[in-house]
Nanobody, 126 residues
């Protein structure tokens, strides 16, 4: 059974930092590209950052370049982990953040991702 479980969300003041984590299991995720998306209240889900299989390159939304960093770990006990380090957070970064997996590289559309987590809430206060 495929599972993607996000953690690390919370409430932070503007200018602060958070580190999100995604634990992925049930597939050989070393052959999948992984990504983070977010969805603010009343808005569509949007791409944030992606990383290729085995860490082969990263890509980011313009709105987070220079502030967010995506990384991943090799599997430990069949669990793969993907991280999103978020620095210099802004109120407009407030959203539910989702982890997702796809077999393609450089993809940014939600329909291109096969597996999704349930999300973790990030709230940035001004």
């Amino acid at each position: 059974q495929v599972q993607l479980v996000e953690s690390g969300g919370g409430l932070v003041q503007a200018g602060g930092s958070l580190r999100l984590s995604c634990a992925a299991s049930g597939r050989t995720f070393s052959s999948y590209a992984m990504a983070w998306f977010r969805q603010a209240l009343g808005k569509e889900r949007e791409f944030v950052a992606g990383i290729g299989w085995s860490g082969s390159g990263t890509w980011y939304a313009d709105s987070v370049k220079g502030r967010f960093t995506i990384s991943r770990d090799n599997a430990k006990n069949t669990v793969y982990r993907v991280y999103l380090q978020m620095n210099s957070l802004k109120p407009e970064d407030t959203a539910v953040y989702y982890c997702a997996a796809s077999t393609g590289w450089g993809l940014t559309e939600t329909y291109e991702y096969y597996y999704w987590g349930q999300g973790t809430q990030v709230t940035v206060s001004s």
